[in-house]
């Protein structure tokens, strides 16, 4: 038993290395998601402020002349989406295949805020326990120097850990809402497409 115990004290014991480089890591991701996500905010508010100027009275008369105030370039993917799926005319398969591509490509954008979500608590928890060991054997053998260093490294890791996964957790809830909103639109704007192919094969 005591063999068994052993190996496991060292395999944990191993991993606090690779830990808290994980946890350095997704930290520095974190950082720089916190920067991409504000010029994502910026985006996005322009792209809304120019949806809902045309989305609210579109219809499949002025359908093109939506469509035509839309800038040719834009950052947001959403408006390059829209404008295929009004391309693509009558051809109903390729319209709904467009908007699923949307959706796939809205989950890969949240796929690192979800990362961080769930990631950060695991390596800060593994951060936090695996030093508690020799911390203890610390304590037992009257070390208070490796003692404190071990609990500084256990406290050190929660912390990070838990900013890495609150801001997962906030870039994530806020990216879900834009685009569930842009996913809306564009399934309306597909909707308005196949309504107005249908009123002309009529």
């Known amino acids: 038993m005591n063999v068994i115990s052993n ?7 191993g991993l606090l290395v690779p830990v808290i480089v994980l946890l350095i890591f997704f930290f520095i991701r974190a950082i720089i998601l916190v920067g991409n996500f504000f010029g994502q905010y910026i985006t996005m508010k322009k792209t809304s402020a120019l949806l809902d100027s045309g989305i609210k009275t579109l219809t499949a008369d002025n359908l093109d002349g939506f469509v035509g105030s839309l800038p ?7 408006v390059g989406y829209i404008r295929n ?9 390729r319209v709904d295949l467009l908007v699923s591509e949307y959706e796939i490509a809205a989950d890969k954008n949240l796929a690192v805020s979800k990362t961080m979500t769930k990631m950060g608590p695991i390596l800060g ?12 054997v610390g304590l037992a053998t009257g070390d208070i ?3 404190a260093y071990n609990m500084q490294v256990a406290f050190a890791t929660t ?19 834009w685009f569930v909103r842009n996913l809306t639109v564009l399934e309306f704007v ?11 094969v009529r």
């Open 7 to 13: 190996i496991l004290y060292w395999i944990s014991t």
């Open 72 to 78: 040719s370039k834009a950052a947001d993917p959403v």
């Open 85 to 93: 799926v009004v391309a693509a005319g009558g051809d109903e398969a």
């Open 125 to 136: 928890l593994m951060g936090t326990l695996i030093p508690m060991g020799p911390a203890l």
């Open 145 to 147: 120097a490796s003692m």
């Open 159 to 177: 912390v990070v850990g838990l900013v890495v996964s609150a801001i997962g957790f906030l870039t994530q809830q806020v990216k879900e809402r």
């Open 190 to 200: 597909a909707h308005v497409v196949k309504q107005r192919h249908g009123e002309a």
